[in-house]
């Protein structure tokens, strides 16, 4: 059976013909499946009925079921609980001035070991499909008809196809929830050409974010596409010795390697890079660490984000406001422009993984643990 939210338009329109119909079908089928949610081949309703039997005898679409939903009081952000199959993920919808964006997992589980990050705690349990990923996006935009929990929420209703009546439009996607999306390269790839295609979503690529922690080759692989997205890599600290003690990747790439894959980048796309770096006190929050990562960066075409952590974890706790504000002027009067990044949905939280850590019989992976 073929994952068809995973297949690309081309592949659709292969589909069709092999079935001897004409390739409008592809349109068709694509629409239904990436503008509207379709969840079974019985709603496409427009499309003869042999080609649905067809479809159905040798194809599935990807279903997602919410299985916890969390609507923050203070700024409307809604976080997901999902379940894909055999595996839990989390995505997360936030409201902006200027549209919705939502954060969506390209693993279940991680393999990468960050020590801030709780999607690390249970190790890897799988990729996820283009598909997947593609279903994620749906369901934070509410074009999707199976959520159990948007059935019963308040004010929502439904026209009488069973779609919400005023889908969330979503302008922006950000490849940062669960899992390393260049551990999952050719998914991701996958996932960002049908997301962007015309005749689906239709989103622009200067409206994705992929987020790395900084693996050198597939950069440079990336690079190559040419695409026209953002890349954010979180960076965390000035030196090697300070990464290394929170992102074992820090090991295998030194910073040497990947500011230069962040330098080949930046000239193949034209594209200015944000790094990430969350401050910890005492960890990489003095000024000579602001001093220090300025050097790494100089010249580099680029944009650094400070994270405020707002509650201790483990060996990590809270750098003062007027300290964070120190070492932004410190970057900025080094010419690197930076940002502090305004928190949303405090109150309903959480660092990515942590809803899913509370799915422990799926979330462990024996592949990991067994190691
Ligand atoms: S921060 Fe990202 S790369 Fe690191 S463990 Fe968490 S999900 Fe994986």
């Known amino acids: 059976m ?18 001897g119909q ?36 040798h194809c599935y679409i990807t279903n997602v079921s919410v299985e916890e939903k969390f609507l923050s009081k203070n700024d409307e952000t809604e976080k997901y609980l999902l379940k894909l199959g055999d595996a839990y993920v989390e995505s997360v919808r936030m409201k902006y001035k200027h549209g919705n964006s939502v954060c969506i997992s390209t693993q279940a589980g991680c393999k990468m070991g960050c020590k801030f990050c709780a999607s690390a705690e249970s190790g890897f349990y799988r990729n996820l499909s283009a598909g997947e990923m593609c279903a994620q996006v749906y369901n934070a935009a509410g074009i999707s008809r199976h959520s159990a929990l948007d059935a019963k929420s ?20 950000v490849l940062m929830g669960c899992g390393e999306p260049l551990d999952n390269f050719d998914a991701t790839l996958r996932f960002i050409e049908l997301i962007t295609h015309p005749n689906g979503m239709n989103i622009s690529q200067r409206n994705i974010t992929v987020s790395t922690c900084g693996l050198v080759p597939q950069i440079h692989a990336l690079a190559k596409k040419e695409l026209q997205i953002n890349l954010a890599i979180s960076l965390h600290a000035p030196t090697d010795e300070i990464r290394e003690k929170i992102m074992p990747i820090a090991k295998t790439f030194p910073q040497r390697e990947l500011i ?69 002027s410190i970057l900025k009067e080094k010419n690197i422009p930076t940002t502090i990044r305004r928190s949303l949905g405090n109150d309903i939280n959480a660092a990515c993984g942590q809803l899913r850590l509370r799915r422990k019989e799926i979330a462990i992976c024996p592949f990991h643990h067994g190691k």
């Open 2 to 19: 073929k994952d068809i939210l995973s297949m690309n338009f081309s592949e659709i329109e292969g589909l069709v013909t092999e079935s």
């Open 22 to 57: 004409p390739k409008y079908r592809a349109e068709q089928i694509f629409d239904w499946l990436h503008r509207r949610g379709a969840k079974s081949f019985d709603e496409m309703e427009n499309l003869p009925k042999t080609l649905r039997n067809e479809l159905e005898n």
């Open 154 to 173: 308040p004010g929502i209703t439904e026209d009488n196809r069973g779609f919400r009546a005023k889908p969330a439009e979503i302008r922006n996607v």
């Open 260 to 328: 230069s894959a962040c330098r080949f980048y930046t000239e193949k796309t034209r594209r200015r890079i944000t790094f990430e770096y969350a401050l910890s006190k005492g960890l990489n929050d003095i000024p000579a660490h602001a001093k220090f990562l300025a050097k790494l960066l100089h010249g580099l075409l680029c944009h650094v984000n400070l994270i405020p952590i707002n509650k201790a974890r483990g060996n990590f706790s809270p750098t003062p406001r007027r300290d964070i504000e120190i070492f932004a």
